[in-house]
């Protein structure tokens, strides 16, 4: 290669592929603006993808912060109109249970009233009526507005549209590694390619940071200070089936295993709150796994005997005041734009903090400081044009594939990952034309575009079934599509390892002798594979 | 005998109808020792057929597993085949593979040396006894033959590019062709169980025969998924060759698949005939150890049905066949709550890489056994003079990452075996 560096010209380059990084991109097509969005690594590999789904009713931030509170009722209203496939309106529950301080429980309506939160008390009876798996230790209850999100389908659906759009263009893998500064504009942007090692360059002329926890590490690059950020751990478990059929919340001030999340066809029991200081390789571990299901069995007593397939953890970019050195918890949970003239410069901007719900008004704050830069004075229209639904963004539904599937009636449609049934059709329709597809397309990125793997099994059968297809189909013709594979279940068994206990070490047993023993996954590098050449050691 | 329940006396119970547990029949029958195998089948459709003894020691692939047993003596001494001579792990490997032939299903005798044998994944592993079947394929490798490698219309998981792209380093002059299967070719989902049973049938041979003959081109030798046949694959193996007129070989395919469907029918079949008692598919509820005798409780859909015998062999395996069990306090054993040697906690079962080469901690889990390979108690002691343990059930391995899972099932059946003739021979 001469020169080895790939171009791109963009009128603005949007760092981090999350729910804010995508929210933006659309605002801004909506807009009739260009953008080109890049992520190190893929589509929600940060806390868009980590965390539990949850489309807040503001119930949670009632008594602590009633601004945000207020933010999440509004935006959740707005959410519930535009993206209404995203959404699961499911309702949530504040309870409290034996222990718990029933002072907080009397004060709760009153916060709620306050943000303007529907909050609707119920008796232990009328509660245990609606959810059976509360414990009988429940005291207080209030039904408050709560409802899920899909945040996967969120971000897909937010880069299609602007596709659409204004031909905008996601690219996966891409780190950002300089930014090319004169007079106190950033003209270019150099990026390494993550996967291949090659070196892209973007002609820009604005560009926002919506790295999310590493937003700072961007903001720093590009010569700013200003952006000074706490990461907040939070591991999550979830289980094989849906164990309540709304969001359940302990009524008390925020603390691990505080909340059960219904995500489609199972639950999400979450969090922890602990700071880190690294970004690089988050993993769940065994003790906080424990701390979260000691928690969560004292409001439903059946998580002791639950099967749960996989733990996961992401980090909450949270906002630190100049001189707050408090925890994680007690941070803010809002969020802010820079727009960093102080440092410098004037055609970049940050925008960080927040939360999942509140993505959609972090987009179009960002967006009216964009568009007001390069002269676009159209107003944002993400508050009232609804989301649509493309093609091949579909997938990350639970219980579409096998909708899909069942409708198609097609028998040589045949299915791939039968936890999720995933049939072969919606893997071809994610490698031709998903947000970020390309040539050679890993296992991890059709994971992150689909259900599958994320089934009880985890990807143990249909990581064989998929690369086989893909092989079959020519996207892979070397050793490198083995390698996907192995990469893929590397990354499974991070979530895995910790739940690994009943009824998941049979399925974990039988993997292992299938990935190494008789897929010889375990022995792919180099020599090892070759034991001719090496003698009998 | 009470209404619907049977009775049986035996001099010995196997407890397993895995590997170890087939194994441990088999060297009983061939000591005369009346005999009753329970349990539930577990792992066997998940085997790919190879019996390996060792393939891995000290993170290195082993050409000579015989060699490698020394190493292993001198790194791991607790390993149980470590604990077993050669000569006892040869006669064990020679007698049930042998078996194996005279059953209905050809194995190669053991040699010195371990084959590299052939995967779905186009990867290689070292083992040390394979189906005849599977033979032609791994000296095609070696020698370099021009070889068609067929997958089949429907059939998931056995992509013969797959192959093809990852062995093509070491065995270049490879083509591939996609087939359909004779009645099958609507596009939908092929079994490899159900096409096996229909190549049983010498009308589906010869048309499927025709299309590999069709799909051959300069290919002097055809790989295939393993679809041979259930119960006598080396005769369809010998008639497909002759139809197509040059030598054929099959590759193992992800579970359930045909190898292990062999393994289990043939013994299900061959054993009652040879006076063994099979009670297949069912769990031992309770085992209760008094003085002079050992009792088995299972259920079957008949009714209860008791075991009474003079001594027994724990070969019930690990988590997958229900062995042991893990809780989020620790594994235990899952008839008789026998310590588990185990990690100090769940924290450390696990290593963070799956594919770690030095395997996780938890699968070295598992129960301790005296020179007799009788399983030890809380206090160090044998549990029961007349309860003995075979298989992976046992501490010390990691039959996965160590290629040893046969080895060791068959190695400690033979030794187990052998203490239980020495027990009834003193009484």
Redo the contacts between chains.
Sequence with gaps: MVSGIETFETEVLIIGGGVTGTGVMRDLALRGIHCLLIDRRDLNAGASGGNHGLLHSGGRYAASDSETAAECRQEGDILRQVAPDCIDDCGGMFIAVEGDDPGFAERFPGYCEAAGIDCESLSPAQAREREPALSDKLFAAYAIPDATVDPFRLTLENVNHAQQLTDSLFLPHTAVESFEIANGVITGVLCRNTKTGGMRRILVRQVVNAAGAWSMDVARRAGCSDVSLLYSKGTLIISNTRITDRVINRLRPPGDGDILVPGGTVSLLGTTSDNVDDLEDI?P???EV?RVLIEGTAMLPCLEGTRFIRAFSGVRPLLLPAQNTADGRSASRGFTLFDHRDQGLENFATVTGGKLTTFRLMAEKTGDLVARRLGNSRPCKTATEPLPSGNAVRWTEPGFAPRFWYRRND??D???CECEMVPQSAIDSIIESAPGAESEMTLQAIGVRSRVGKGSCQGS?CS??V???L??R?V????R??HSM?DF??GR??GV?PI???EQ??Q???S?????????????DGK?????K???? | MGQGERYYRTELAIIGSGLAGFAASVFALARGIASAQVGNTG?VA?T?GYL?LLGS????????PW??LE?LRESEPRHPLSRIGRTAIQAAFDQFSGALTEMGVGYTAPAERNH?AL????????TLSVPQTMLPGIEARKAGVRTLII?IL?L????A??FV??IRS?WPQLSTA?LSFPDME????VFPEVMARALEVSSHRERFAERIKAALGDARLVGMPAIMGIHHPDRVHAELQRLVGVPLFEI?T??PAVPGIRLREMFEQGFPAKGLTLVPQQKVKRLVLEAGRATLYLQDSFGEVMIESKAAILASG???S?G?????GGVREALLDIPVTQPE???D??R????D?LG?P??RSGVEVDSSFRPLGPDGEPVNHRLFAAGILLAHHDW??Q?C?AGVAIASAHKAVEAVADMLKEQ
Excluded at chain 1, 534 to 537: A, L, M, R
Excluded at chain 2, 352 to 355: M, T
């Design positions: 993993r571990t065994v003790a424990e028998p040589t045949m299915i791939l059968f064989i079934r690369t086989s297809h092989y079959d020519g892979y013709d070397s050793a599509g083995l192995r279940l590397s068994f991070k390892q690994l206990w009943g070490m049979p974990i047993e039988l292992e002798a299938l990935h190494c023993s008789l897929m010889g996954l375990d022995r792919l090892a594979n070759d034991p001719e090496e003698g009998s050691g | 792992a998940y790919t390996d020691c000290r993170g290195l692939w082993l050409d000579d060699q490698g190493l590299l995967t779905p994944a186009g990867t290689v592993k070292p997958d429907g998931q998981g056995f992509s590019k797959e792209a990852n070491s996609k609507s596009g939908g989902q193992p992800m579970p690990r988590f997958l229900g042991l069990t893990a809780e989020r906690s769940r924290a079962w696990y963070q890489d799956y594919f080469p996780h938890v699968n996965v990452r290629r899972g």
